[in-house]
């Protein structure tokens, strides 16, 4: 672990850190912005799915919102993965994925990963390409909802990523 990623806490997300994740969300540039009520119920309803990675003051400086799919208790949706642009190049997405998954599998029982990513978010791709080989699981990809499904403009596919099973870090198949 780095120096940078031993100077954070991880923890679940509370209502008061909605509007400093939906900060995080807004000035990624990348991400499709909820409203700032949506963070907020978020981090009231499905605090248990989702971290926090707090600074040196306790200000959130990054986020993982997930939940668990009703129609699949075994699997985590990852909804949205953010890193302030101050703390972006620590590993902090890498470490907030793996203290998630950690979490929730102890809690729920998951055994498997799903989220969606656009064609060229390549920061994200990394992420959960390289956190499938750490987990020793297979990854598929298949677009989920193809760019006409979208009412905006120039709104890119959202291609889906199943991973798993899911092993201990380093465990392979």
């Known amino acids: 672990m780095t120096a940078a990623q031993t100077a954070v806490r991880i923890e679940s ?10 900060r995080i969300a807004r000035d990624s540039e990348v991400l499709d912005l909820n409203s700032s009520y949506s ?41 949205q993965v ?12 890498g470490l907030l994925l793996e203290a998630l ?18 064609p060229d978010n390549i920061p994200s791709d990394r992420l959960f390409t390289s956190y499938a080989t750490r987990r020793g699981a297979l990854l598929s990809r298949e677009v989920l909802f193809d760019a006409g ?5 120039g709104h890119q596919p959202e291609v889906l990523y199943r991973i798993g099973p899911l092993h201990p870090q380093g465990e392979s198949l």
């Open 149 to 153: 499904l979208f009412p905006d403009d």
């Open 82 to 93: 953010a890193v302030d642009h101050a703390h972006r190049g620590e590993g902090l997405a």
């Open 39 to 79: 963070y907020l119920l978020w981090c009231r309803d499905f605090a248990r799915t989702s971290v926090v990675a707090r600074g040196t003051e306790g200000e959130p400086i990054a986020f993982i919102t997930g939940y668990v799919r009703p129609e699949r208790p075994d699997t985590l949706v990852v909804w």
């Open 13 to 22: 997300p509370r209502v008061e850190d909605g509007a400093a994740i939906w």
């Open 101 to 118: 998954t950690s979490k929730v599998t102890n809690s729920h029982g998951i055994t498997r990963v799903e989220t969606t990513v656009s």
